[in-house]
């Protein structure tokens, strides 16, 4: 238990009682004495105690009494009186009265630890019937906020079953993007965290200033009209979302719903349909394909500006977005394949406090995904011209061919043609020429009759003893050699296939 409250106007009693619970193996954080009723209503008035033991026979105010005015409490301890009179009437009014137990003096050490670990036993035991029933009350409160077709009787129910635990009387609900933080511990806010992707408060209307200031000071927020009653929380809710949604997008930290929201001028929600348009969203789409960086930066800076004087309404925002990823998803698909967690991130627009903040991480995507994709264009392109090359290489390599030739044909730098072609066929020109020469030679050696000048000359050599000593380094043999080996190998071929 956390606080144990001891109540008796003679000091030797109080301190007797600190010293044995001290001594137990009861774990209490703070222990408070006081010598009058009076006192301990000031304490209990001001903070939670989870047990007070407290004298019948006390002057001014009484035990009986002090118990009495213990009924008011929003929270009130677990009592246990004490006296030094054995009467059985002060018992059964102090139990009529809901005191736990009734102890006499002098106390008896062993009597004492029995009621403490009994009374841990039952503020442990309530503490979680407490937070269960409480997240239970949070459910049902996410349960309406979310839900439009909630029967009469569910509402009934949920009306006297919650609407006097979390005091929905004069209340507003505030919402604001999702926060990493554990549940406040001020009793006068209700706190929820993600619902659809907003942290939820529901405050009462004596203490909405004091959370804006507190709790929600650095922070966008959305604020509904003030409400009253269970049901009217969906209602409340709707404003909350939709009054953040505003804040978001126009860079403001409060925004708060109003009786009636007032109608943009037509020309106002024109220029915004414009920049929302199949043809304006395409353009922004196409305009990642290209290397025009200013022009996407300007084209999107027309939007989020638009956005920002409320030409565009938060919804159509929204809408105009979710195009703009499944064109994305479709047009490059292979290039946001590895993208779609960053995708997911800036698609929450709600995990973000501002337009201004999201429209900065946005952007640096945009940009960063622009260069990827002209660094793929580039590389396909590239891939292309070498296959050109490859191609013109496989048909011309009969001719008087060198890579000046071929980088040439294809438009492309030299020293670009040479690294990107042994990049692309893991071998430099010159060998790679001269694997298909050879390749060919072996080919016209072992299918036809020419003699080696003849074939030298069709696979692109001038010169035969050139030809002949380029062969017999690349095949360990002279063509003529090659020649009489193949013979051999058909020869020996026949004769295993003749019949006996």
């Keep these: 238990m956390k606080t144990v409250l001891i109540v008796d106007d003679d000091k030797t009693t109080r301190q007797g009682i600190r010293t044995m619970i001290q001594r137990f193996d009861v774990p209490v954080e703070m222990i408070m004495e006081c010598s009058s009723g ?31 005015r213990t009924r008011d409490l929003p929270d009130r301890p677990i009592i246990v009186a004490i006296s030094g009179h054995a009467d059985f009437s002060y018992a059964v009014e102090m139990m009529r009265m809901g005191v736990r137990d009734y102890l006499l003096k ?3 050490r062993e ?11 039952e503020v442990v035991q309530t503490k979680e019937n407490s937070r269960t029933s409480k997240r239970l009350g949070h459910q049902q409160l996410k349960y309406l906020m979310l839900n439009e077709n909630i029967t009469e009787e569910e509402l009934t129910i949920m009306q006297a079953e919650y609407e006097g635990e979390f005091a929905l009387h004069a209340y507003y609900v505030c919402a604001l993007r999702p926060l990493e933080i554990t549940e406040p511990a001020k009793a006068q806010y209700i706190y929820l965290h993600n619902v659809e992707g907003h942290d939820v408060y529901l405050v009462s209307d004596k203490n909405v200033r004091l959370l804006l200031k507190n709790e929600l000071s650095r922070e ?26 505003q804040a978001f997008c126009t860079n403001r930290m409060i925004r708060q719903a109003k009786e009636q929201e007032e109608d943009a001028p037509e020309a106002v929600y024109g220029q915004g349909e414009k920049l929302t348009g199949k043809e304006a969203r395409m353009q922004r789409v196409q305009l990642l394909g290209t290397d025009k960086s200013q022009e996407l930066v300007k084209a999107w800076n027309e939007l989020f500006h638009a956005v920002g004087k ?32 960053n995708m997911k991130r800036l698609s929450e627009y709600c995990s973000f406090s501002t337009l201004a903040e999201w429209q900065t991480e946005f952007l640096k995507w945009l940009l960063g995904l622009q260069e990827r994709i002209n660094g793929q264009y580039d590389i396909n392109r590239n891939h292309k011209k070498i296959k050109q090359a490859i191609e013109y290489i496989r048909k011309h390599y009969d001719k008087d061919l060198n890579m000046a030739v071929v980088s040439n044909y294809i ?14 066929t ?12 050879m390749e060919e030679a072996k080919k016209l050696l072992a299918g036809t009759d020419l003699r080696v000048v003849e074939i030298s000359a069709r696979v692109g050599y001038e010169n035969e003893k050139h030809f002949m000593k380029i062969f017999k380094a690349s095949c360990g043999v002279s063509p003529s050699e090659y020649r009489k080996n193949v013979q051999m190998q058909d020869i020996r071929l026949s004769a295993h296939d003749a019949p006996f």
């Excluded at 030409?311 to 779609?340: G, H, L, Q, S």
């Excluded at 438009?411 to 692309?424: D, G, H, I, T």
């Design 220 to 245: 966008s927020v959305g604020i509904s009209r003030q409400h009253s009653g269970i049901r009217e929380l969906r209602a409340a809710y709707r404003e909350a979302v939709a009054a953040r949604q």
């Design 111 to 121: 009597r004492l630890y029995v009621v403490m670990k009994q009374l841990e036993q």
């Design 106 to 108: 002098p106390l008896e």
């Design 38 to 68: 009076e006192m301990a209503l000031e304490i209990l008035f001001s903070q939670r105690v989870d047990v007070m033991f407290t004298d019948i026979c006390m002057p001014r105010m009484t035990g009986i009494e002090l118990v009495q």
């Design 426 to 437: 893991g071998s430099n020109f010159v060998y790679y020429l001269k694997s298909i020469r």
């Design 310 to 341: 409320e030409r565009i309404t938060p919804p159509d925002f929204a809408r105009c977005m979710d195009d703009f990823w499944k064109e994305v998803r479709k047009i490059y698909r292979n290039m946001v394949t590895e993208e779609e967690e």
């Design 411 to 424: 438009s492309m730098n030299y020293s670009l043609f040479s690294a990107l072609f042994k990049e692309y």
